[in-house]
């Protein structure tokens, strides 16, 4: 009883005394969230991002996720329907002459179920899985991006994605087997030309009212709005609409304004307006403008029904959750991969001063990083898609996802045209890489634009969702009842104090330690020193963390820049957890070690960067200071990749080997493209005679055909050198045009 009774004195004694003086002022620092951003955060998983913002990452839950893998009926989707898809896509004239799809290519996304990937199968779609739904996408992509992006729009954020989650079952029997087929093509309609990503400034409306309809009078949605950029606007025929609903004399609840909702709306409906094409950076995709007139909708338009009234920014979120892991960047690693696979093909049968441009070492350092950013994506990719198939609606990670697999992305395209110089530059139907660079904008900007999602979303969401304990503290200070709130603040704020006091000791001790001593993998093997420095880098960002959020409170949202940086921080670590497992899950092949090794350097650097440009940037100088003395002690830093790695990495690219083939071989087997397949040709053939150019210069000749009259080579010899020189002259040959054929009406 004493022990119980001073067990509870203490406890009264640290309520008074610590906590409430604690919580007075965590509601004075913490930020403050509007309705919307509670909504924005509050959707979707947290997953592996929560281990990395713990400073202590389970390195078993990483290695325990599954592999992904296709099953036979979507392999066997992929080797058919996607293939002959690909067959029918001629990217110069969707973009330059038809300005859309072929006919034949529409026909036959309906009839194939493309547009019902992510539907199951009960209500007639395919059913697959998040990593086919990302490898058709994939595989589309390095053919036309236009296809690629009318296969995406209706299995991402759109009314199938919405319907599954959150519609009625009525809703879900009737819209789902109709999306499934093709009937019906949709859209959806958020971005206002007054509001993009601020959703609280929407200016279209909803009004709960009645309306007479075929003489019965009818309780349903007066609605207003005009949205832009919606992609396959021209072409649906019902419209996933975002809006503001009222309900002024209170016909569905107390709540007159319940706020943001989604409902959707049947084209043909009187007042529906779809306005003229939009042309995105020259690409042939359907967008355009909608807008709607004093449109009349019954209530079961509410997707949800009357229950989601309100809820639609919450829906919106959840939705995006998993389709922005899928998406963008399956488009972004496919890109990746494709700059990477031609790039290096192209350096390697350019010569210049008698030498392939690719043994240049100016080149070799493009190529280099080419090698590495697409590893990197791939590898992000499919650990995203792993995550989404356990279940998981990874917000953070899908963000992390969108932002850096499009930055990369970019990165790579820009290096693929530099080391294709004017190969690149002349536009025509060989040039396989104008388009490519003509779309990055538009994976930049939709779905959340880059900058946005950077300054704002990465670490602000994730400091908040991913975090152990903040959202709990946050949550009770919240708390209207103050009792009930303190309550809640106490049952937390201790457990949080012992894991920031914990994490601190772990933090130093890495730092000073360059993380050494701390545990890997069993199975980790030969990149084990890479787990031990993410243990590092997690203990010092979760640290770091933790001091930002102390000081700055809720003037961390106006810190876009220093949040930037942090979210950069945990986008790198990451990225390189889901290259370590690749690696693993490949079966550990040591001739992919360069490329893990300068992924994994290169990542290291960028932390260690965003960790100095945050402490210049600190308010407090003396903690900034203390701060770097504790993280970044000098002499314990991460070397940065050495030149024979980058070039390791580089001739990854430029000889036929296995390792070339796991990071490239997958992306046109099969597929009918003639300039790509005259590259890949011209790679093969000129490869397959080097020893043979070899032997002749040795010799002192400097022509094959001299050393052919000579009688050193053979006829069959000489025949093979004949192939790859023709092979290589139609590589470097670029399209021109008659002046009438440019003329456009």
Same mark, same amino acid.
């Given at each position: =009883?004493?022990?119980?009774?001073?067990?509870?004195?203490?406890?009264?004694?640290?309520?008074?005394?610590?906590?409430?003086?604690?919580?007075?002022?965590?509601?004075?620092?913490?930020?403050?969230?509007?309705?919307?951003?509670?909504?924005?955060?509050?959707?979707?998983?947290?997953?592996?991002?929560?281990?990395?913002?713990?400073?202590?990452?389970?390195?078993?839950?990483?290695?325990?996720?599954?592999?992904?893998?296709?099953?036979?009926?979507?392999?066997?989707?992929?080797?058919?329907?996607?293939?002959?898809?690909?067959?029918?896509?001629?990217?110069?004239?969707?973009?330059?002459?038809?300005?859309?799809?072929?006919?034949?290519?529409?026909?036959?996304?309906?009839?194939?179920?493309?547009?019902?990937?992510?539907?199951?199968?009960?209500?007639?779609?395919?059913?697959?899985?998040?990593?086919?739904? *990302?490898?058709?996408?994939?595989?589309? *992509?390095?053919?036309?991006?236009?296809?690629?992006?009318?296969?995406?729009?209706?299995?991402?954020?759109?009314?199938?994605?919405?319907?599954?989650?959150?519609?009625?079952?009525?809703?879900?029997?009737?819209?789902?087997?109709?999306?499934?087929?093709?009937?019906?093509?949709?859209?959806?309609?958020?971005?206002?030309?007054?509001?993009?990503?601020?959703?609280?400034?929407?200016?279209?409306?909803?009004?709960?009212?009645?309306?007479?309809?075929?003489?019965?009078?009818?309780?349903?949605?007066?609605?207003?709005?005009?949205?832009?950029?919606?992609?396959?606007?021209?072409?649906?025929?019902?419209?996933?609409?975002?809006?503001?609903?009222?309900?002024?004399?209170?016909?569905?609840?107390?709540?007159?304004?319940?706020?943001?909702?989604?409902?959707?709306?049947?084209?043909?409906?009187?007042?529906?307006?779809?306005?003229?094409?939009?042309?995105?950076?020259?690409?042939?995709?359907?967008?355009?403008?909608?807008?709607?007139?004093?449109?009349?909708?019954? @209530?079961?338009?509410?997707?949800?029904?009357?229950?989601?009234?309100?809820?639609?920014?919450?829906?919106?979120?959840?939705?995006?959750?998993?389709?922005?892991?899928?998406?963008?960047?399956?488009?972004?690693?496919?890109?990746?991969?494709?700059?990477?696979?031609?790039?290096?093909?192209?350096?390697?049968?350019?010569?210049?001063?008698?030498?392939?441009?690719?043994?240049?070492?100016?080149?070799?350092?493009?190529?280099?990083?080419?090698?590495?950013?697409?590893?990197?994506?791939?590898?992000?990719?499919?650990?995203?898609?792993?995550?989404?198939?356990?279940?998981?609606?990874?917000?953070?990670?899908?963000?992390?996802?969108?932002?850096?697999?499009?930055?990369?992305?970019?990165?790579?395209?820009?290096?693929? =045209?530099?080391?294709?110089?004017?190969?690149?530059?002349?536009?025509?139907?060989?040039?396989?890489?104008?388009?490519?660079?003509?779309?990055?904008?538009?994976?930049?900007?939709?779905?959340?634009?880059?900058?946005?999602?950077?300054?704002?979303?990465?670490?602000?969401?994730?400091?908040?969702?991913?975090?152990?304990?903040?959202?709990?503290?946050?949550?009770?200070?919240?708390?209207?009842?103050?009792?009930?709130?303190?309550?809640?603040?106490?049952?937390?704020?201790?457990?949080?104090?012992?894991?920031?006091?914990?994490?601190?000791?772990?933090?130093?001790?890495?730092?000073?330690?360059?993380?050494?001593?701390?545990?890997?993998?069993?199975?980790?093997?030969?990149?084990?020193?890479?787990?031990?420095?993410?243990?590092?880098?997690?203990?010092?960002?979760?640290?770091?963390?933790?001091?930002?959020?102390?000081?700055?409170?809720? *003037?961390?949202?106006?810190?876009?820049?220093?949040?930037?940086?942090?979210?950069?921080?945990?986008?790198?670590?990451?990225?390189?957890?889901?290259?370590?497992?690749?690696?693993?899950?490949?079966?550990?092949?040591?001739?992919?070690?360069?490329?893990?090794?300068?992924?994994? @350097?290169?990542?290291?650097?960028?932390?260690?960067?965003?960790?100095?440009?945050?402490?210049?940037?600190?308010?407090?100088?003396?903690?900034?200071?203390?701060?770097?003395? =504790?993280?970044?002690?000098?002499?314990?830093?991460?070397?940065?990749?050495?030149?024979?790695?980058?070039?390791?990495?580089?001739?990854?690219?430029?000889?036929?080997?296995?390792?070339? *083939?796991?990071?490239?071989?997958?992306?046109?087997?099969?597929?009918?493209?003639?300039?790509?397949?005259?590259?890949?040709?011209?790679?093969?053939?000129?490869?397959?005679?080097?020893?043979?150019?070899?032997?002749?210069?040795?010799?002192?000749?400097?022509?094959?055909?001299?050393?052919?009259?000579?009688?050193?080579?053979?006829?069959?010899?000489?025949?093979?050198?004949?192939?790859?020189?023709?092979?290589?002259?139609?590589?470097?040959?670029?399209?021109?045009?008659?002046?009438?054929?440019?003329?456009?009406?």
């Amino acid at each position: =009883m004493v022990v119980k009774g001073s067990i509870m004195n203490w406890r009264a004694w640290r309520r008074q005394w610590l906590t409430e003086p604690l919580y007075r002022m965590a509601r004075d620092a913490m930020p403050s969230l509007s309705p919307t951003e509670q909504q924005a955060i509050e959707a979707g998983d947290v997953w592996w991002d929560a281990q990395l913002f713990s400073g202590r990452p389970d390195w078993r839950m990483l290695l325990d996720v599954p592999p992904v893998a296709l099953t036979t009926e979507e392999q066997a989707f992929i080797d058919g329907p996607v293939a002959q898809l690909c067959k029918m896509l001629n990217d110069w004239n969707i973009n330059w002459k038809d300005a859309d799809l072929p006919a034949q290519a529409w026909d036959f996304l309906r009839q194939q179920g493309f547009f019902g990937m992510i539907i199951p199968k009960e209500y007639g779609g395919l059913g697959f899985s998040a990593y086919a739904h *990302s490898e058709v996408v994939r595989q589309i *992509s390095v053919r036309s991006v236009t296809a690629s992006v009318t296969v995406m729009v209706p299995n991402s954020l759109g009314p199938g994605e919405l319907l599954m989650q959150f519609g009625t079952q009525e809703q879900r029997e009737y819209w789902l087997p109709r999306l499934a087929r093709g009937e019906e093509i949709p859209c959806f309609g958020l971005t206002s030309p007054e509001a993009g990503s601020d959703a609280a400034s929407m200016t279209d409306t909803g009004v709960v009212c009645r309306r007479e309809i075929d003489g019965v009078e009818t309780l349903g949605i007066l609605l207003n709005w005009r949205k832009r950029y919606i992609t396959l606007s021209p072409v649906a025929t019902v419209l996933g609409l975002a809006f503001k609903l009222s309900d002024p004399d209170g016909l569905i609840g107390e709540n007159k304004e319940p706020g943001i909702s989604v409902a959707l709306i049947p084209v043909n409906l009187p007042g529906v307006v779809t306005g003229r094409r939009h042309l995105p950076a020259m690409q042939a995709f359907q967008n355009g403008p909608t807008e709607g007139h004093d449109v009349f909708v019954p @209530l079961d338009a509410l997707i949800g029904g009357v229950e989601q009234a309100g809820q639609g920014w919450q829906m919106l979120m959840s939705a995006l959750a998993a389709g922005r892991g899928i998406s963008l960047p399956s488009l972004s690693a496919a890109a990746c991969t494709f700059s990477a696979h031609t790039a290096g093909a192209y350096a390697r049968v350019r010569t210049q001063f008698g030498i392939p441009v690719g043994k240049f070492e100016g080149v070799q350092e493009r190529l280099g990083h080419l090698a590495a950013n697409a590893y990197l994506v791939e590898a992000a990719r499919r650990f995203t898609c792993a995550g989404i198939d356990q279940g998981y609606k990874p917000s953070v990670v899908s963000a992390i996802m969108k932002l850096h697999a499009t930055e990369r992305m970019r990165v790579s395209v820009n290096d693929a =045209m530099d080391i294709h110089a004017g190969k690149a530059v002349i536009d025509g139907p060989s040039n396989y890489l104008g388009n490519l660079y003509r779309a990055v904008p538009v994976a930049i900007t939709v779905e959340g634009a880059n900058i946005l999602t950077r300054s704002l979303i990465v670490f602000g969401q994730g400091a908040i969702r991913a975090h152990p304990y903040l959202m709990d503290e946050i949550v009770a200070i919240s708390n209207s009842d103050q009792t009930a709130g303190e309550d809640a603040f106490d049952a937390v704020i201790w457990r949080h104090l012992a894991h920031s006091a914990k994490n601190a000791l772990r933090a130093v001790g890495t730092a000073w330690t360059a993380g050494v001593f701390t545990r890997a993998p069993k199975a980790a093997g030969a990149v084990a020193p890479y787990f031990r420095s993410l243990n590092r880098y997690a203990a010092a960002f979760a640290l770091i963390s933790e001091v930002t959020l102390l000081t700055l409170g809720g *003037s961390l949202k106006r810190k876009e820049m220093l949040s930037a940086r942090l979210g950069d921080i945990l986008a790198e670590l990451f990225l390189v957890s889901a290259v370590l497992k690749r690696w693993l899950d490949e079966g550990k092949h040591d001739a992919d070690l360069p490329l893990v090794r300068l992924c994994s @350097l290169q990542s290291f650097a960028t932390i260690e960067k965003r960790l100095d440009d945050v402490l210049l940037n600190f308010p407090s100088r003396a903690m900034a200071w203390t701060l770097r003395a =504790m993280l970044l002690p000098v002499g314990f830093r991460s070397p940065p990749p050495s030149d024979k790695v980058i070039a390791a990495c580089a001739n990854i690219l430029l000889e036929p080997c296995d390792a070339r *083939s796991r990071l490239v071989g997958e992306v046109w087997e099969g597929h009918d493209s003639p300039s790509v397949e005259l590259l890949e040709r011209a790679f093969e053939l000129i490869n397959e005679v080097q020893p043979l150019l070899d032997r002749i210069r040795h010799a002192g000749l400097k022509d094959w055909r001299l050393a052919h009259e000579k009688g050193a080579i053979t006829d069959g010899q000489a025949a093979r050198l004949q192939a790859a020189e023709q092979a290589l002259e139609q590589v470097i040959e670029v399209d021109d045009f008659a002046p009438e054929d440019l003329s456009r009406s």
